[in-house]
């Protein structure tokens, strides 16, 4: 099992930017494709971007293409989410996960360990 841990969210006003971390323990990452999901109050967690194993390949939601980047430093079993030009709708408490059983897709019934989360706010 991969333990994911996040960090990074916080308070924030319109057109700020934050960078999320995610770290990794218990069995390293490299060899998984990772994502950050979101969920905001009310709705279901929905897909915000993912990244290959290698870090090649990303894709993001089209709310947030062109403002969040996904990026990961495998030595240091870290993935991270620059958010830019963040908007009061990208309020949610976003989360990391692991593919570790290779399912290939972006959506959260895909991937199986999850972390706890990060809340983020960004306030109009």
């Known amino acids: 099992q991969v333990r994911l841990l996040e960090s990074g969210g916080g308070l924030v006003q319109r057109g700020d930017s934050l960078r999320l971390s995610c770290v990794a323990s218990g069995r390293g990452i490299r060899t998984y494709a990772m994502g950050w999901f979101r969920q905001a109050p009310g709705k279901e967690r929905e897909f915000v971007a993912t990244?290959?194993?290698?870090?090649?390949?990303?894709s993001y939601a089209d709310s947030v293409k062109g403002r969040f980047t996904i990026s990961r430093d495998n030595p240091k079993a870290t993935v991270y989410l620059q958010l830019n030009s963040l908007k009061p709708e990208d309020t949610a408490v976003y989360y990391c996960?692991?593919?570790?059983?290779?399912?290939?897709?972006?959506?959260?019934?895909?991937?199986?360990?999850w972390g706890k989360g990060t809340l983020v706010t960004v306030s109009s």
């Open positions: 990244i290959s194993a290698a870090g090649g390949a990303t």
């Open positions: 996960a692991a593919d570790t059983l290779y399912r290939g897709s972006t959506s959260p019934e895909s991937f199986a360990d």
